[in-house]
């Protein structure tokens, strides 16, 4: 699937956006062929022509042609994108002219008139679209960005929060994203797609644009959802991790190539979302069952660890087998290793990897658990350093009931070296154990949920989130079903169940299913699928919580539209892989309803800490020597800032960060103003200056609302507000964001 899709922008001072972005994406092309990788501009009278593996672009002074590469027997696919206006629903559109199209480096620009400029960012994977505005746009009612649209390829008329698809009868063509607005103040809102089969008008709502500031931002998620892997076979079950020192992530696959014959693949990807290089081999051309992968990352070899289980035929009996990758290249580690080769059936492996380097040490190492039909779960260390993997101790029983099955594992151990191995035991219940980097069990289980299945685990080695399913009807495996959660901390040297379980998906009679967990730093991110049973569109949706509870930290996004059923989402965070970075990526496999049913990888950036956070404003000034207040960092949920004091009466030493409610009106005194405080914060101040570091809790209540600070700080100097022996900085309000 070649997509269209509206994409986050970074304003810089030499762009002001009002933007309507918009980025197109295709399939991964023949690692085979050198060819297939080459990408370049070719400059012709009054048109720039962009040539790339899976689509070929054509700007001229009307707008762009984008021609998804779809197989010589698919019919006209062409995306004509041409600029109409931009208006607000109740006042004069403003037309937009032509214009010669400009390159510099990898960008288009036309200059369409108005203080109105459209922008083409092209790369190998891609074309992003903005359409920038340097002023508002006079009128009331919605914000309208109107493009019209010439092509074959057909998609429903109305209007769409989460996106729109444009295919041909095989299923295949461009999928446009959902749209957010960002004002330049931070605020947010949620917009929308209004297409009538001729025009296509991304539009943000009149109450968000009447207060918004500029530049305005028109944008979805964070990233771009990308495709992975398309083309001739059937592409499912992913799996994702990261690698901080090289930069990449490592996406591995199925690739379904006929009934009877499936191969592991992996594709790297840059931090950033692009694809970097060819499609890696992983299981080889063996005509056997390869299916299952999971993928960890060790930051102290950059290599990747990619863990499935392989039969001879469908029926088993499986074994499964590892193989590593270096993440700055790509190349194998040797042969692919048999990590089991037992006579049970043994399948569902999963892998965790080390976040912390240390060169003093050997932390050469994974861990790998799978189900052993008819033993339970057991779990392995194995060494990956040598160029052929070897085994570091014995198989050990991680629950030997023959009931258990469906483990997971977190991504790493964190800085602590601690894992947690989470699965379903017997009687629908979710257990967890926690173990060393030496795979020693610290503690005996403990049980998560006595009604559960089909967990997924993560955490920092510290604090662990285990999502789990459980049927609305009571039966197991059966739709609909719902969504939990539950924290677990490491204390006391053993796993503790913290607080009660969290169904936070479960919308009556909707299906929510198969969750996915990562620690992204300041949070924890859940992904999961989800549709009305009575369709098969299953629609992926994701969200933050709190880094120590199960409690909502985030808005619900959606990814994954039209006609498909998603599935099989996998997420690895680029904690995980050593970074500070809160960004993640999602993998899932989508799959089309109609024929011919074919299924893809997709990929999708997705961030913990978005956006600047809520506004922060003087709400009154100061005076007497009491300096200035500020905030430096995101104000958002989850997130820790430092409330900050600079140029105070440099004789003050001490003093006190006082935070006090909105509601409570400021006391005049002087030139100054009082804040009526619920809490004082001693401090200490030298040279003026002092700093208090405060972390921002996750409340749904929260968002929305604000709060004040005031400094106030013992001088020696004279006092400026009735005879107060203290200086007053100025009075700030803060608006909880998520």
Same mark, same amino acid.
């Given at each position: ?560 539209? #039209? %006609?498909?059923? $998603?599935?099989?989402? !996998?997420? =690895?965070?680029?904690?995980? +892989? @050593?970074? /500070? ?29 978005? #956006? %600047?956070?809520? $506004?922060?404003?003087? !709400?009154? =000034?100061?005076?007497?020597? +009491? @300096?200035? /207040? ?29 935070? #006090? %409610? ?77």
């Amino acid at each position: 699937m070649n997509t269209l899709k509206l994409k986050n922008t970074a304003l810089t001072s030499s762009l002001l956006c009002v933007a309507a972005t918009s980025a197109f994406a295709q399939g991964q092309p023949d690692p085979a062929s050198i060819a297939a990788r080459s990408f370049g501009f070719l400059e012709v009278p009054g048109q720039t022509v962009v040539s790339a593996p899976s689509y070929e672009a054509t700007f001229d002074d009307s707008g762009m042609r984008y021609e998804p590469v779809l197989g010589a027997s698919a019919p006209d696919s062409a995306f004509v994108l041409r600029a109409a206006s931009v208006s607000r629903a109740e006042g004069a559109a403003i037309v937009l002219r032509g214009g010669a199209p400009k390159q510099t480096a990898d960008r288009v620009t036309i200059d369409r008139g108005h203080g109105i400029q459209e922008c083409f960012d092209v790369s190998i994977d891609g074309v992003e679209l903005s359409y920038v505005l340097t002023r508002p746009v006079r009128g009331s009612g919605d914000l309208i960005v109107r493009t019209r649209v010439d092509t074959e390829l057909e998609a429903p008329c109305g209007r769409f929060e989460q996106g729109l698809k444009f295919t041909n009868e095989a299923g295949r063509g461009v999928a446009i994203g959902g749209v957010t607005g960002i004002s330049a103040d931070g605020a947010t809102a949620r917009g929308e797609l209004r297409w009538n089969g001729e025009f296509l008008d991304l539009a943000l709502p009149a109450e968000f644009v009447a207060r918004a500031s500029y530049p305005l931002v028109i944008d979805p998620l964070v990233g771009t959802e990308q495709v992975g892997d398309t083309g001739q076979f059937d592409s499912v079950r992913a799996d994702v991790a990261y690698d901080v020192s090289t930069g990449h992530y490592l996406v591995a696959f199925v690739r379904q190539m006929s009934l009877n014959v499936s191969r592991i693949r992996a594709q790297r990807v840059n931090a950033n979302g692009t694809l970097d290089g060819a499609v890696i081999s992983i299981s080889g051309n063996n005509l056997s069952v390869a299916t299952n992968p999971s993928v960890a990352n060790n930051n102290q070899l950059n290599r990747f660890a990619v863990v499935w289980q392989e039969a001879d035929s469908a029926i088993g009996p499986f074994d499964i087998r590892l193989a590593a990758v270096e993440a700055a290249s790509g190349g194998a580690v040797g042969a692919p290793f048999a990590v089991t080769t037992a006579g049970p059936n043994e399948i569902d492996p999963v892998v965790s990897g080390e976040r912390t380097p240390d060169v003093t040490s050997s932390r050469d190492e994974v861990l790998v658990a799978w189900h052993t039909q008819g033993a339970g779960i057991q779990a392995r260390q194995i060494d990956i350093d040598p160029l052929t993997s070897s085994f570091v101790g014995f198989v050990i029983d991680v629950d030997s009931d023959a009931s258990a099955r469906h483990p997971a594992i977190s991504k790493s151990g964190g800085d602590a070296g601690r894992h947690v191995i989470a699965w379903e035991a017997a009687q629908s219940s979710v257990r967890a154990r926690a173990y060393s980097r030496e795979l020693t069990a610290f503690a005996p289980a403990i049980t998560i949920t006595t009604n559960g299945f089909c967990p997924a685990v993560d955490g920092d080695g510290n604090h662990f989130l285990v999502a789990f399913e459980r049927s609305e009807s009571g039966f197991e495996g059966t739709a609909p079903r719902n969504v939990g959660c539950r924290m677990t901390r490491f204390s006391s040297n053993s796993l503790v169940a913290v607080g009660n379980i969290d169904l936070f998906a479960s919308t009556p009679n909707d299906d929510e299913c198969a969750p996915t967990v990562a620690f992204l730093g300041p949070k924890f991110a859940v992904a999961w699928s989800e549709a009305d049973p009575a369709l098969f569109d299953y629609r992926g949706r994701v969200r933050s919580f709190a880094p120590n509870r199960c409690t909502i930290c985030s808005e619900l996004e959606s990814f994954g539209i #039209g %006609s498909v059923r $998603v599935s099989d989402i !996998a997420m =690895a965070s680029q904690w995980s +892989g @050593g970074s /500070a970075s809160t960004q993640a990526l999602i993998a899932w496999g989508e799959y089309d309803l109609g024929a011919p049913f074919e299924s893809e990888i997709k990929l999708h950036r997705y961030q913990a800490m978005l #956006g %600047s956070g809520g $506004v922060v404003q003087n !709400a009154a =000034a100061g005076c007497g020597g +009491g @300096g200035v /207040a500020g905030i430096s960092g995101n104000f958002q949920m989850a997130n820790t800032v430092a409330v900050e004091l600079n140029g105070a009466d440099p004789l003050a030493l001490s003093g006190a960060l006082h935070i #006090g %409610s909105v509601g409570t009106p400021l006391v005049p005194c002087g030139p100054c103003s009082i804040l009526t405080p619920f809490v004082a914060i001693p401090v200490m101040i030298q040279f003026g200056s002092t700093s208090v570091d405060l972390s921002i809790g996750c409340s749904t209540d929260l968002v929305g609302q604000s709060i004040r600070f005031q400094f106030a700080n013992a001088v020696t100097s004279t006092a400026p507000c009735l005879n107060l022996p203290v200086g007053l900085s100025n009075v700030l309000e803060a608006q909880f964001a998520y």
